[in-house]
């Protein structure tokens, strides 16, 4: 394995096992080396997201030990915080959450107030729209999404002015973005730096395989320095354009989602209705709203004022085991609804995909950071 590559970090675990960092100047892998046997496994480490996975190895008696996920935390933590101070990956990481706060960040254009009336998931699904229905001379970049009282920072107008940009680098360019992530920067700043510490450690991008944005990523350093010109195009990829789309909706509904309760059950419908919910409306989720399945979701009420949401998985998963249950109150939904229209109809199918989607990226971005917030300084 040297001579492909290096080692650039260890934690001996007990007699049986040791935890290595390998890399070969990319995405770097988890080293599992089975000291009894001298044997060793590489593992990218998205395999550390669930909770319930366990190392099994056989030492030189034929006993067979086992580690659990958790066990191997600390040690990682502490190897991936030694691997993070490589001159070279903090260099490439500080260019990542660049890209990947452009990938949030970027606007969709509305040339005709009829289109605020019913607008395409397009533009539905963007945290910003350029309003040109008055000309590209007098056009505004508009927050589409709501707004706690230090993010009100437009004063009386609909936005910021344009000045005849188009792009994500014009709306940068107004300082608007910057001061979003000043005020608040849990929600602005510290996703996108999740997001690309995963992806250039080789976490998936919300539970999907990120391999083709992760050497993206990495080829863009060239000679040990981040190449500008590199990260200014995007890869044809529909897995970071999904992810992009994935991130922004959660930044979206992002200060709701600590009021949204998340369970595992493996029978959704006798349960909510032993709970006194009963059934409103049933629909489909196609594969990639929710998950690499397609799910049948039915929503409950009860008389109390709350919904719950069942998602049952059509086709098996290994995302998780039973139903899924998203438990809220009606009023909450509402809102929600509300937060996707832009003041304009609402489409529910693509609401309830946003909000279902935004409780799980919150649910992935916090394992992560178990992880690589160990490198990454606080930002609130």
């Known amino acids: 394995m040297d001579d492909k590559g290096m080692i650039i970090c260890s934690a001996d675990i007990d007699e049986g096992l040791t935890l290595q960092i390998w890399t070969k100047g990319a995405v770097p892998r988890l080293v599992v080396l089975n000291r009894a046997k001298n044997t060793r496994k590489l593992m990218p480490f ?4 669930r909770e319930d996975r366990t190392i099994s190895l056989k030492g030189a008696k034929g006993k067979t030990n086992s580690y659990t996920v958790e066990s191997l935390e600390e040690p990682v933590r502490r190897m991936l915080y030694q691997y993070a101070q490589d001159p070279a ?6 260019h990542s959450v660049i890209f990947m706060s452009d990938l949030m960040h970027t606007p969709r254009a509305v040339f005709d107030r009829a289109e605020f009336a019913m607008l395409h998931e397009d533009k539905r ?9 008055d000309g590209e001379a007098n056009g505004y970049f508009r927050p589409f999404f709501p707004r706690t009282a230090p993010e009100e920072l437009f004063g009386e107008e609909p936005g910021v002015n344009a000045h005849g940009g188009k792009n994500v680098a014009d709306l940068k360019k107004t300082g608007i973005t910057r001061k979003l992530a000043s005020v608040l920067p849990s929600r602005w700043y510290d996703t996108p730096r999740i997001s690309a510490a995963a992806a250039l450690l080789g976490f998936s991008l919300f539970y999907e395989e990120g391999n083709a944005l992760s050497s993206f990523l990495w ?3 060239q ?3 981040p190449s500008k010109a590199v990260l200014a195009t995007k890869p044809e990829d529909p897995v970071c354009n999904a992810f992009a789309r994935k991130m922004a909706g ?4 992002w200060h709701l989602l600590d009021k949204i309760h998340y369970d595992l059950d493996p029978d959704s419908i006798g349960t909510l209705k032993a709970k006194g919910f009963s059934r409103r409306q049933r629909l489909t989720l196609n594969v990639g709203d929710i998950g690499p399945v397609e799910y049948t979701v039915t929503l409950y009420y009860n008389e109390e004022g709350q ?11 290994d995302r998780h085991k039973g139903d899924m249950i998203f438990s809220l109150s009606a009023d909450l939904y509402e809102t929600l609804l509300d937060n996707d229209s832009f003041g304009g109809s609402r489409d529910d199918y693509f609401s309830l995909a946003s909000i279902l989607s ?10 992560v950071n178990r992880f690589a917030g160990v490198f990454l300084s606080p930002g609130a």
């Open 46 to 49: 998205s395999w550390l997201e």
């Open 89 to 94: 990956f903090k260099g490439l990481l500080w």
């Open 125 to 133: 699904c963007r945290l910003w729209l350029l309003d040109l229905t």
């Open 219 to 221: 080829n863009a350093l």
């Open 223 to 225: 000679n040990g320095v």
């Open 250 to 253: 959660y930044v979206r509904h």
């Open 307 to 317: 919904m719950a949401v069942g998602c049952q998985p059509v086709q098996l998963t």
């Open 358 to 367: 935004a409780k799980l990226f919150h649910m992935w971005r916090e394992r």
